[in-house]
């Protein structure tokens, strides 16, 4: 416990978690007897619990109390054994010992507290505002010689940082200097970067080897550390690595995904809404943490948690697959360039269609109201309970209603906007996820019926606004899902207009994104019809948003990013279409004086390094591919990359058989490499073709344009980076120019 005067350690021996078993009547006294003779289980009791979100009423429950919380999963498992693993239902197994504690206690984390003995939560949960107590926020850091260009755990530690005071000395001195630092310091958060993937683990070994007691936290050793592993995620291999949670002070690595899209006011606000402390909430993802709201919901309700979950799709025929099994409502765009066209987009759509339409998995189809009497979702034979409240939308309406909050009050010049900002941003991505984990197969309070349900609403609401948008003067140039791209026409009503009868006819807040001066949509260049969801256009503003372009993408070597940053500025002096087509040519010479600048070998190597996920081992690919070349060095030099991680290389002879000749590795890079300049100017006409393929631009008429070098102009790839408003991977660019878009790729380049 945190107080201005100090840190307080408090050890609660009461504190015995639980899990339940639901079983016939009849056999309950039977089990009750078997269960308390085992070492693993202290007591047992019926309790009164209901069992699922529809449940009217509560249903007595055999409550399994073990000796001590690492008994608990042994425990159920015998359990679910003596069941044969289908008799019995269990619930609330699997879930968090920290956040069980909190909610039996009434409490959450980051939030003010009074202490006598017994716990008391002295401000209210969901407050919009409240103090973000002032802890001491410090940054360990290493020096590792590394000879091989990646530090490994068996290279050699030669100095410590923290907070600017600096150990060196042999490897045992320096490890006996960061406990000394760290006692000194007494941070109550330290921050890391690679600590969990790297840093951490290398202190560790090297503190083994020189038998030194290594204290980071307040109380020696970790909260457990767990293994690093690669999974699949929506069709995505990812990678997540080893764990290492400090006692009594929060260890933070700057990577996760919260702290580093939201800074630490964003993580205190996810950690008080799901009740995760900060440094599991860190490495978990906003899903778990919406997850985690839904199961403290439950909880207040008297509902307890199914373990293995396990609810399957209902049978439906062909045709109501057909009819259900769809996504939301596209329009397919008008390829080519635009000028004057308006962008409407609902604000948070899907989060406030579960909110307004009552959608959750008790409300759906509900036996209360039956087809008749409940609310009927459009185009499907589904119902929503029009009598009570879901659990789903109880969760989100708060977030719904913070998120406007927060977006409201961060445009105020105080001197919290930072704080909002954070909070407006972590939210953001928690209303992303809410409606994907809604119908993923692991969500505990997950339908895939609501999935479909919400998409059935959504299709709806956005016909239904081009029907408006058309009754008020505009035409739909393009749509997707929660937006609209108009055209004006000449009868056409002012766009406040259109978006005020939009939000006051349909009843879900919409914002105007703005004006465009001019707008591309791109072709998919597989068919030749409008892509979905890539295009670039400039707004009236003078800001550009851009989409599916190299520049939003994250493998992109820098020279593309920087080519395009010129395309992009060289545009952003066209006010109508017809400046816009004359500065094609112009735009043609930058693409071109960027291949000259390639060919001459003029551009930094630290430019030229392309990033690509590892999709599987290296014993799996059969093809040697630049990727797989970048492994192979790896692998010789004693570096595993797993499935999920990046690896990041220079190309320097494509067509080369052998893994050395074909690629260099970014950290293997001694700066006199030659690299391919033939490929990299490939790489650029590609974009080239992206941004002006509707114009006839395509990889090939750039490529023979830039086979004539001679007359090709000067292009100047630095500069210095001036970068306003967002960055450009948010999508947002101000057309001054962008040399940061991939900084992190050229980070050890510009070190040495």
Avoid at 71 to 78: M, P, V
Avoid at 347 to 360: F, G, H, Q
Wanted: proline content about 5%; hydrophobic content about 40%; glycine content about 8%.
């Amino acid at each position: 416990m945190w107080t201005p005067s100090g840190v307080h350690r408090i050890e609660d021996r009461a504190f015995r978690p639980s899990f339940f078993v639901k079983v016939p009547p009849a056999e309950l006294p039977d089990l009750q007897r078997r269960l308390e003779i085992l070492d693993q289980v202290a007591a047992t009791r019926v309790a009164m619990k209901r069992t699922s979100l529809a449940a009217e009423s509560p249903k007595p429950l055999l409550e399994v109390v073990p000796r001590h919380y690492r008994d608990l999963r042994d425990a159920a498992r015998i359990v679910a054994s003596a069941g044969k693993y289908y008799e019995y239902e269990l619930f609330d197994v699997d879930l968090r010992f920290s956040q069980r504690y909190f909610l039996e206690h009434g409490l959450f984390p980051m939030g003010l507290v009074g202490y006598d003995g017994t716990w008391k939560a002295l401000e209210e949960h969901f407050a919009l505002e409240y103090e973000i107590p002032p802890l001491k926020r410090e940054v360990l850091d290493v020096d590792i010689d590394a000879p091989a260009g990646i530090p490994r755990l068996e290279d050699r530690l030669l100095a410590a940082k923290l907070d600017g005071d600096v150990v060196d000395g042999d490897e045992e001195d320096v490890l006996r200097g960061i406990n000394a630092l760290v006692e000194d310091h007494d941070p109550d958060v330290l921050f890391t970067d690679g600590g969990d993937a790297f840093l951490m683990p290398y202190l560790v070994k090297k503190a083994e080897a020189h038998g030194v007691d290594l204290r980071l936290g307040r109380d020696p050793g970790f909260h457990g550390t767990r293994a690093a592993k690669s999974y699949f995620s929506y069709g995505k291999i990812l990678f997540k690595p080893s764990q290492y949670l400090l006692k009594g002070r929060l260890h933070l690595d700057r990577g996760h995904f919260a702290v580093r899209e939201s800074g630490f006011a964003g993580l205190v606000e996810l950690s008080r809404l799901s009740t995760l402390p900060p440094q599991e909430q860190a490495r978990l993802t906003p899903g778990t943490g919406i997850t985690a709201m839904q199961v403290g919901q439950a909880h207040r309700d008297g509902v307890v948690v199914h373990w293995k979950k396990n609810m399957p799709e209902e049978f439906k025929t062909a045709e109501d697959l057909v009819l259900g099994d769809r996504g939301g409502f596209i329009f397919e765009p008008e390829v080519g360039l635009h000028e004057g066209i308006v962008e409407v987009d609902y604000a948070s759509l899907y989060p406030n269609i579960m909110v307004k339409r009552n959608i959750s998995p008790e409300t759906l189809d509900c036996a209360c109201c039956g087809a008749d009497d409940g609310r009927p979702v459009p185009g499907l034979k589904y119902h929503m309970c029009a009598q009570r409240l879901g659990l789903i939308p109880r969760v989100l309406r708060p977030l719904v209603e913070r998120k406007r909050y927060y977006k409201r009050m961060k445009k105020e010049n105080t001197p919290l906007r930072e704080v909002y900002e954070g909070r407006d941003t972590i939210l953001k991505w928690t209303l992303v996820t809410c409606f994907g984990y809604l119908g993923h197969r692991n969500a505990r309070f997950g339908r895939i019926e609501c999935h479909e349900a919400i998409n059935a609403y959504a299709r709806d609401l956005l016909v239904r606004s081009m029907q408006i948008a058309e009754e008020h003067g505009y035409d739909v140039v393009h749509g997707i899902v929660d937006s609209l791209w108009l055209r004006p026409r000449k009868d056409a009503r002012d766009p406040r207009t259109l978006t005020e009868s939009l939000h006051r006819e349909l009843g879900f807040p919409i914002d105007l994104e703005g004006t465009y001066r001019w707008v591309v949509f791109l072709p998919c260049k597989t068919t030749g019809v409008g892509a979905l969801n890539r295009y670039y256009g400039l707004f009236e503003t003078g800001e550009f948003k851009l989409r599916g372009i190299e520049l939003r993408k994250h493998d992109t070597p820098n020279v593309v990013n920087r080519m395009e940053d010129l395309l992009l500025r060289e545009l952003a002096t066209a006010r109508t279409a017809e400046e816009f087509k004359a500065l094609l040519p112009r735009c043609v010479d930058l693409i071109r004086g960027t291949a000259k600048a390639l060919r001459e070998n003029r551009v930094p190597l630290a430019d030229l390094i392309l990033t690509k996920t590892v999709t599987r081992t290296l014993d799996e690919y059969a093809v040697m591919t630049a990727t797989v070349a970048a492994l192979k060095q790896m692998k010789k030099r004693g570096f595993a990359v797993e499935p999920g991680e990046y690896v990041r290389y220079v190309v320097l002879n494509e067509a080369a058989k052998e893994a050395e000749a074909k690629v260099r590795p970014a950290q293997f890079l001694t700066g006199d490499e030659r690299p391919d300049a033939q490929a990299y100017v490939r790489l650029i006409c590609r974009a080239g073709e992206t941004l002006f393929a509707p114009f006839g631009y395509t990889e090939e008429r750039l490529l023979a344009a830039c086979r004539r070098v001679q007359d090709a102009p000067i292009v100047d790839l630095g500069g210095e980076a001036r970068h306003e408003g967002k960055s450009a991977r948010e999508g947002h660019y101000t057309g001054v120019g962008y040399h940061a878009a991939y900084a992190r790729a050229g980070e050890l380049l510009a070190e040495e």
